[in-house]
C-alpha cells in the first residue's frame, strides 16, 4: 500500500471534486519520495508551472443562445473511438503512486472509454498491461541505444494487435536534473527526511522507482536524430508519433519526415526547464505553419487540469490532450480512482462545451471560441 496508516487520513474519493484536489490527496498521503518523482519536474520547475498557468491566461468566447441540450465530446484517434479527446500520457513507474499502476489505469481507460499510452520504463510488464486494455493503446519508446532491443521491444508490444499509434519520445536525449529526487536522496542519507505522510515507509525500499532516472539515462539513445525516422518506420507500420516538440520548425520537420502525429510537450517540465509552456508552442505551429494541422494530428500536453483546458486546446488546433501526473495521482485510489478522475474530466468538458455554445468539439472546436489577447 502506498497510503500511510500513520499520515493525515486520505479523502474520501466522493469528496474528491476536481483534478487538483488528488493532486492534494496524492502529496498528504505519498512518500516524499514518490511525491519528488511524481510531482517534480527539472531544475527550478518553471516549465512544469507554467504549462498550467498559460491555460489560465486564455479566456473563453461562449456564444449564447444555442441549442446546446445535447453535446457530442467523442472523437477519433488514430483509428481508435475516444469518449472524449483526452488520453492518458505516458508516466513511468506508475506503480509509485499505488499498487494497481499501469494495470488499474488501463482497465480504467478501458472502461472511461479513452485510451493509456504505455511508457517504456513500466512498471508492470508490458504484456500485462496490454491484457488489462480492452482493445486500445498506444506505446510510448524511447529508443534503446541497442537498436536491437527497440526493435524487440516494438515487435513485441505491437504483436498483441491492440497498439495503435508508437510515441517516440525526443525531448530528454540525456536526463534533466530532478533537484526534488535528489533532496530526498539527500534528506534519506542524514535521516531528516520524513513528513508525518512518509514516516510509516521509511526504510521501506521503493524498489521499482528508486534508480528509474539513472535506469533512464543509461540506456536512452542520445545519437536520435531525424534520420531515425526512417529506421522506426522499416520496423513498424502503425501510426509514428513524435512526442516533445517545442519549437515550430521542429513540427515542420515531422511533417517532411511523414509523421502521423506530434505531441507538443515539453514532458511535463522534465525535459529542459524554461521550454516554453505548451500550449504557446501550440499558438506558434498555428501563427508560423498551419498547414501542419492538415497533415498530421497534433496533440498536446502539459499542465491540463480542467475540461475548459481540454477545450481550449482543441479551439486552438489540437486533435487530443494527454494529462499526465493527475492519472498518477489518481491511481493512489486504484482502478476506481482514475475511473473517477474521467467521469469528473468528461463532466467539466461537456459543461464547457456547453457553457460556450459548442456541441460538438471534434468538428466546431475553433480560435473562435478563446481569446489569446494576454498571451500576444
Ligand atoms: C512522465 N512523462 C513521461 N513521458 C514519456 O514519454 N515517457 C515516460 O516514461 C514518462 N514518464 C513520466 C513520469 C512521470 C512521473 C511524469 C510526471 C511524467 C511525461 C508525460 O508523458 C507527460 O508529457 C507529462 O506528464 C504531461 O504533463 P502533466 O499532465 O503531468 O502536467
Known amino acids: 500500500e502506498t497510503s500511510r496508516a500513520a499520515g493525515p487520513a486520505k479523502p474520501d474519493l466522493d469528496d474528491i471534486i476536481n483534478l487538483d484536489d488528488f493532486e492534494k490527496a496524492a502529496e498528504q498521503t505519498l512518500s516524499k519520495k514518490a511525491w519528488a518523482y511524481i510531482h517534480g519536474a527539472s531544475n527550478d520547475n518553471i516549465t512544469r508551472d507554467a504549462n498550467q498557468h498559460m491555460y489560465k491566461r486564455i479566456w473563453l468566447r461562449p456564444a449564447v443562445m444555442r441549442d446546446i441540450s445535447v453535446v457530442d465530446t467523442s472523437c477519433e484517434l488514430f483509428g481508435c473511438r475516444l469518449s472524449m479527446p483526452v ?10 503512486a499505488g499498487p494497481e499502476g499501469e494495470v488499474g489505469q488501463a482497465k480504467a481507460a478501458a472502461t472511461a472509454g479513452i485510451i493509456q499510452c504505455m511508457s ?19 506505446f510510448q519508446l524511447y529508443v534503446n541505444k541497442n537498436r536491437a532491443e527497440s526493435e524487440k521491444l516494438i515487435r513485441q508490444v505491437t504483436s498483441s494487435g491492440l497498439v495503435k499509434a508508437i510515441f517516440v519520445t525526443v525531448d530528454c536525449p540525456v536526463i534533466s536534473k530532478r533537484e526534488d529526487d535528489e533532496r530526498v536522496k539527500a534528506d534519506e542519507k ?11 515507509s521509511a ?6 522507482g528508486s534508480g528509474l532516472t539513472r535506469q533512464n539515462s543509461n540506456f536512452i539513445d542520445s545519437t536520435l536524430n531525424w ?3 526512417a529506421w522506426l518506420r522499416s520496423i513498424t507500420n502503425l501510426p509514428i508519433v513524435v512526442k516533445g516538440i517545442q519549437r515550430w520548425e521542429d513540427a515542420v520537420m515531422a511533417m517532411k519526415w511523414k509523421c502521423d502525429g506530434i505531441v507538443i510537450s515539453n514532458h511535463g517540465g522534465r525535459a529542459a526547464d524554461t521550454s516554453p509552456p505548451s500550449i504557446l508552442v501550440l499558438m506558434e505551429i498555428q501563427k508560423h505553419c498551419p498547414q501542419v494541422f492538415r497533415s498530421m494530428k497534433v496533440l498536446t500536453d502539459g499542465g491540463i487540469r480542467r475540461g475548459s483546458d481540454v477545450v481550449k486546446a482543441l479551439c ?6 494527454g494529462i499526465g501526473r493527475p492519472f498518477m495521482y489518481a491511481v493512489g485510489y486504484g482502478q476506481e480512482g482514475v475511473e473517477h478522475l474521467a467521469s469528473i474530466l468528461q463532466e467539466e468538458i461537456k459543461v464547457a462545451m456547453q457553457l460556450c455554445g459548442i456541441t460538438n ?3 466546431e472546436a475553433s480560435p473562435s471560441y ?3 489577447a494576454d498571451l500576444d
Open 361 to 363: 468539439l471534434a468538428r
Open 203 to 208: 526504510g521501506k525500499k521503493d524498489k521499482k
Open 370 to 372: 478563446v481569446n489569446t
Open 120 to 138: 517504456t520504463p513500466a512498471s508492470y510488464p508490458h504484456d500485462e498491461i496490454l491484457a488489462a486494455t480492452k482493445d486500445q493503446a498506444f
Open 87 to 96: 488520453y492518458i500520457s505516458p508516466t513511468g513507474a506508475v506503480r509509485m
Open 227 to 229: 534520420n531515425d525516422i
Open 190 to 200: 542524514t535521516g531528516t527526511t520524513l513528513t508525518p505522510a512518509s514516516r510509516v
Open 316 to 321: 486552438l488546433g489540437a486533435s487530443a490532450v
